[in-house]
């Protein structure tokens, strides 16, 4: 998952252009006060980053070294932004696994339409100025698809998250569940019984929803990620691992 780091005033860091032949991107190179090199890559820029104290003879010859892992890595990541869900008319939104196409149209009503009778590939999302509204995160279409999933997810997580904790005979341990748009988690479960999910995950298809409910309820047996944790995971969830490796092919299509 990425991460980002927020850079402090405490940090002190130089930040250079870093000229190589051969690569795709603008790479830049970043000196701090770290103790080893690391590369790291966006779809737009790669970032080496180093003490302060390695030359620029041995910077060279350790991306020389990853040059392979950089390329794929650049590549990887480009597709991905390419992928990126854009609530635009015309665009496409990967829902439940299945490809379809964005139609946005203004009505008086606001809603989300699944698959209409005349377009059975479609995704209609409509509302007052909807059409032609702006494509970013607080555009009309963006704030009924938002309130669309935060339905679905209300009716759907709280319950089957109170059922399967019962069913494992945790219950009593379970004491709110909340949903939230988080930057990077799905879900979290913490020590005093709290269990939070991301309502975006209702874009993803059923089984690996109730793998990430599975995910959090476990670990109201299970404060961590061990063995016994995933064991405990399997027994309700016996697929896990194909839908841990769905979210991990297709979370980034996911957010918006
Ligand atoms: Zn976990």
Not at 42 to 59: C, K, M, N, Q, T
Not at 225 to 250: E, I, M
């Amino acid at each position: 998952m990425l991460t980002r780091r927020l850079q402090t005033g405490m940090e002190s860091r130089q930040i250079e252009h870093l000229a190589v032949a051969d690569l795709p991107l603008d790479c830049r190179l970043v000196r701090s006060r770290r103790k080893s090199l690391a590369v790291h890559v966006r779809h737009d820029l790669i970032e080496v980053r180093a003490p302060a104290f390695v030359g620029r003879g041995d910077i060279l010859k350790f991306l020389d070294k990853h040059r392979g892992w950089v390329l794929r890595k650049v590549q990887e990541k480009q597709q991905r932004h390419s992928e990126r869900l854009s609530l635009s008319d015309g665009g496409q939104i990967l829902y439940k696994a299945r490809l379809l196409n964005i139609e946005l149209c203004d009505s008086a009503r606001s809603g989300v339409i699944l698959a209409p009778l005349d377009s059975p590939h479609t995704m209609r999302i409509c509302g007052p100025g909807v059409k032609g509204g702006r494509v970013d995160q607080q555009s009309a279409a963006a704030q009924v698809l938002k309130r669309w999933l935060q339905q679905q997810a209300k009716d759907y997580l709280p319950a089957r998250t109170r059922a399967l904790a019962e069913y494992l005979g945790v219950g009593h341990k379970l004491k709110e569940v909340v949903l939230r748009k988080t930057r990077s988690k799905w879900g979290h479960c913490t020590s005093g019984g709290r269990i939070q999910y991301n309502w975006l995950i209702m874009l993803a298809p059923d089984g690996v929803i109730d793998y990430m409910i599975a995910h959090e309820v476990c670990h109201l047996l299970h404060m961590n990620h061990s063995a016994v944790y995933w064991q405990a995971v399997a027994k309700v969830c016996p697929d896990y691992q194909r839908y841990v490796g769905w979210l991990k092919d297709n979370e980034h299509r996911l957010w918006f």
